[in-house]
């Protein structure tokens, strides 16, 4: 049986709102963890934060660094897996520096960030031009055009070597 079906037949056993209500509330670190793990992975430092709110007053705080502890264990939660999903999600939309400032965000270290930058295929360029020419077909024409594009692509966080190379129509395959 799966993890999600032995949560979803749980909350069936209890009845009344009030008692899933106190069930909810007595939930242990460990449950609350796998359960937001099962919508989506997180990184160590955003499940920390969101785990935080839990912990009791009577509760011993490095419960917390356990729990954390044992999940990485057991490969449920892993800063490299997550940091290389987000990059791949986001790079058809974004340049790595958007990326890279996404992945910090969520607490991801510097040089995660690098390596899932490095796995990303293609080059930076290249993804700019799929982003551009989704939005304008064709190149610039005028000074004016060049300077909407060139903000349209700074915004979404791609280098100005990679700008230029778009704007240009010099597209480096590697």
């Not at 359960?35 to 705080?61: C, M, Q, T, V």
């Amino acid at each position: 049986m799966s993890l999600c079906a032995v949560l979803l037949s749980r909350r069936s056993d209890l009845g009344t709102k009030a008692e899933r209500q106190r069930h909810k509330q007595s939930k242990s670190l460990l449950s609350r963890a796998i359960a937001l793990l099962a919508r989506r992975d997180h990184s160590r430092a955003e499940l920390s934060r969101k785990l935080a709110r839990h912990i009791g007053e009577d509760e011993d705080p490095s419960e917390l660094g356990r729990v954390l502890d044992e999940l990485g264990r057991n490969g449920l939660l892993s800063d490299e897996r997550f940091a290389g999903a987000v990059a791949r999600s986001r790079s058809q939309r974004f340049g790595d520096a958007r990326i890279r400032y996404d992945l910090r965000r969520f607490g991801i270290a510097d040089d995660l960030s690098a390596a899932a930058l490095a796995k990303l295929g293609g080059s930076e360029a290249a993804r700019a031009r799929e982003v551009s020419s989704k939005r304008f077909p064709g190149l610039p024409k005028t000074a004016a055009e060049r300077a909407k594009r060139a903000r349209f692509l700074q915004s979404r966080g791609f280098s100005l070597d990679s700008i230029y190379q778009v704007l240009r129509g010099r597209i480096d395959v590697e």
